[in-house]
């Protein structure tokens, strides 16, 4: 069962909101959020309503403080369920928009884009299975693209403003032996 607890203080202190699915406005139930738990599936919480802005793809477990999932700062103000977190996982990236120039095709995380692909940037992909996370740096860090079952022909399409690509992740939903 997929289950967040927003919390406004960091700690999991003061006012919280618990939260089952899909919500395209937080504001009327938090007005910050600087600590989570998340006790089931994948979350990507938005730095805007509507699910946009600065985006965070966290995962089963305790978040005390906001750096934790890598926030830029306290504003949470929409949050989705991740669909596809499981295997097999697919993902084919290419060096041009619509399809196009060299291509690599990938089954697991990738920590430096650059050192395999020759190249930081990536304009467009398919995701044939699975979910991803596209990170604007190496070693997984920056900002943060979730990337589900699809075709993206340019970068935009994916919600980034430049097509640089640092590391991939892939979004493993943990085994029930491992909560």
């Not at 967040?4 to 959020?33: A, N, T, W």
């Not at 097999?88 to 089954?107: C, I």
């Not at 430096?112 to 740096?137: D, I, M, T």
Request: positive net charge; proline residues 4%; aromatic residues 14%.
């Amino acid at each position: 069962m997929e289950k967040i607890v927003f919390y406004e203080d960091r700690d999991f202190e003061g006012k919280s909101y618990e939260c089952k699915g899909d919500s395209p406005d937080l504001h009327g139930f938090i007005h910050r959020c600087n600590s989570v738990k998340i006790e089931g599936g994948w979350w990507v919480l938005y730095e805007r309503n509507k699910f946009t802005g600065y985006q965070y793809v966290i995962g089963p477990g305790e978040y005390k403080d906001y750096s934790l999932w890598m926030g830029f700062n306290d504003c949470i103000r929409s949050c989705r369920i991740v669909k596809n977190a499981k295997g097999p996982y697919k993902l084919k990236v290419y060096d041009r928009p619509n399809f196009a120039g060299q291509s690599l095709e990938l089954t697991d995380n990738m920590k430096s884009v650059q050192e395999k692909f020759l190249r930081r940037e990536v304009q467009s992909c398919e995701v044939l299975n699975g979910s991803w996370v596209f990170f604007e740096h190496p070693n997984f860090s920056g900002r943060q693209y979730l990337l589900e079952k699809g075709k993206f022909r340019h970068h935009s399409e994916w919600g980034a403003p430049k097509a640089t690509v640092g590391s991939i992740r892939r979004i493993v939903e943990p085994s029930k032996s491992a909560l």
